[in-house]
């Protein structure tokens, strides 16, 4: 499972790997980015609900306890595209072709998922030294402009998980 993050404005695009796709992996994921980068984005737009939320039959998304928390711990608003829109998410879908044609071919292999982390975000920074195919600049400077209007990060870390309280019968269960 991986998540890919864009920029459409600089078209910088990172991406993580991760063990699946609940809300605590997402805020993971998205975690990793923000602290390579630097900064926190003020708006993220979701390109579907898998692992915020659950989209009703109205298209209405209901965040999970722990997106909800995120979101509010990095002082992120969120937006969901229209699942039937492809118009509203050309920017990720371009990124996801991009990156897989780039980075996962042939497949990569590492020591876990972590460590694949580490080495797919270090050659995103080493693809946003080419030059931006509209502009005809590095795609690194651009991304400075996104970075000037990213909110710092937090002081505290986020910890992406849902504690419960249980109680355990005699055997430990």
Known sequence: ???VVTFPHSNMRYVTSLPGENAECLCHGLIEVFEHIGGVPPVIVMDNATGAGRRNARGEVTLTAVFDAFLAHHRIDARFC???SGWEKGSTENAVG???RNLMV?????????RLTDA???RCDEIARGVHY???VPIRDLFETDLDHMLPLPPSMFDA????GVKADRTGT
């Open 82 to 84: 229209n699942p039937y």
């Open 120 to 122: 797919w975000l270090e």
């Open 134 to 136: 509209r502009e005809d």
């Open 1 to 3: 499972h991986c998540l």
């Open 161 to 164: 998980c849902d504690w419960r």
């Open 106 to 114: 042939p497949t990569p292999s590492a020591e876990g998922w972590d």
């Open 98 to 100: 991009f990156l897989r």
